[in-house]
Nanobody, 120 residues
Framework: QVQLVESGGGLVQAGDSLTLSCAAS????????VGWFRQAPGKEREFVAL??????KYADSVKGRFTISTDNAKNTVYLQMNSLKPEDTAVYYC???????????????WGQGTQVTVSS
């Protein structure tokens, strides 16, 4: 099992940038893919971005604004978020799984989430 801890959330203004971190521990060698999801109040959890052995994929809503990257030495995955919009407001979750996929069912390990609030 992999344990994931997110950090870096906060309150920012529209147009600002924020970087989220996801620190992994435990059986990290069994993790092929790390993804970021988000969930706004009253909405379903949605895919944001993933990275798997250098391959990256983004939701259309964040493409060109968000960048996912890894620091393997630190077992940490980052989500750099630029040009933030009020509609990016949500709890952001880090997740790990063995295969590439954008469905929540593709990920077996989840962090506790970190709140991102973007004011207009």
């Amino acid at each position: 099992q992999v344990q994931l801890v997110e950090s870096g959330g906060g309150l920012v203004q529209a147009g600002d940038s924020l970087t989220l971190s996801c620190a992994a521990s435990g059986r990290t060698s069994s993790t092929g893919t790390v993804g970021w999801f988000r969930q706004a109040p009253g909405k379903e959890r949605e895919f944001v971005a993933l990275i798997s052995w250098g391959y990256t994929k983004y939701a259309d809503s964040v493409k060109g604004r968000f960048t996912i990257s890894t620091d393997n030495a630190k077992n940490t995955v980052y989500l750099q978020m630029n040009s933030l919009k009020p509609e990016d407001t949500a709890v952001y979750y880090c997740a790990a799984g063995p295969v590439v996929g954008t469905s929540t069912s593709n990920f077996g390990s989840w962090g506790q989430g970190t709140q991102v609030t973007v004011s207009s």
